[in-house]
């Protein structure tokens, strides 16, 4: 059980924060049906990534790396935002969370309300064409079996495969943001991958109050997290939004 203070403290924590930050993972998309890529039931169980998730397999053969990447879809277009992306979403329209740094290609964080989300490994929602550079959404490319652009080359997801580089834009901003920030909530990852293992740390040198939310001890949890909040993350991220309109409401 939660312990309820622990909850008021990072409410606390947050609300007299100038600036919140959340870095968030595969763990906050579990719930709504997308499993971590590299768990026993992910992605990467089926389809060694050397083959299906660089991007020298996909320019040499991007109808091979489509078998995977159908299934990434399917899985894609069923997950609706669970209770912690709209959690999220609700926290930034209160004013109380001013940006997302995510490992996720889901796009659940922006269907769950929020605006400012900072993506380290892209967005499937979106295909461009390596050759033309044309550009479609996944709406529109619904049904095919292969998306493929109007020059005739098939499309490929805009989500950062082995090999590519994460976008500057995202690694500047977020590294900018986390030497600022006065709280960061950590949600829904354990932060072992680089370059978003890097921004606890740089939080957490800036004076930032690190905040947890996950359903087992990390690494974070033994050496610069301040409030641990275990639990799962539907459960745990609307008791925190509760906690902190109730600590911003007139007295």
């Known amino acids: 059980m939660l312990d309820e203070r622990l909850i008021k403290h990072a409410a606390k924590e947050i609300a007299h924060s100038k600036l919140t930050l959340a870095l968030t993972g595969a763990g906050i998309s579990v719930p709504s049906g997308i499993p ?9 169980a089926r389809y060694d990534p050397a083959e299906y998730a660089t991007i020298s397999a996909f320019r040499s053969n991007p109808l091979k790396v489509w078998e995977m990447l159908r299934e990434m879809e399917d899985l894609l277009r069923r997950a609706q935002p669970n209770l912690a992306h709209l959690g999220m979403g609700e926290m930034e329209r209160i004013g109380c ?24 490994h892209g967005n499937a929602a979106s295909l461009t064409c390596l050759a033309c550079g044309r550009r479609f959404s996944r709406k529109e490319k619904e049904g095919e079996y292969t998306p493929t652009c109007l ?15 994460i976008p500057e834009d995202a690694l500047n901003r977020s590294f900018h943001l986390a030497s600022s920030a006065q709280a960061l909530l950590v949600v829904g990852t354990s932060a072992v991958v680089s370059p978003a293992n ?30 641990f909040l275990e639990g799962d ?4 991220v609307p008791l925190l939004v509760d906690a902190l309109k109730k600590e911003r409401a007139p007295r």
């Open 233 to 236: 993350v539907v459960a745990v």
């Open 198 to 227: 890097t921004i606890p740390s740089i939080a957490k040198r800036s004076g930032a109050c690190v905040i947890e939310i996950n359903q087992e001890r990390t690494h974070l949890s033994e050496s610069i997290t301040d409030i």
């Open 151 to 165: 020059c005739g080359n098939i499309l490929k997801p805009d989500v950062i495969f082995f090999g590519e580089a």
């Open 36 to 44: 971590d890529f590299r768990s026993a039931d992910g992605l990467w």
């Open 97 to 120: 969370l001013q940006s997302i740094i995510t490992q996720n290609i889901d796009n659940l964080h922006q269907a769950g309300g929020s605006r400012d989300v900072i993506e380290y």
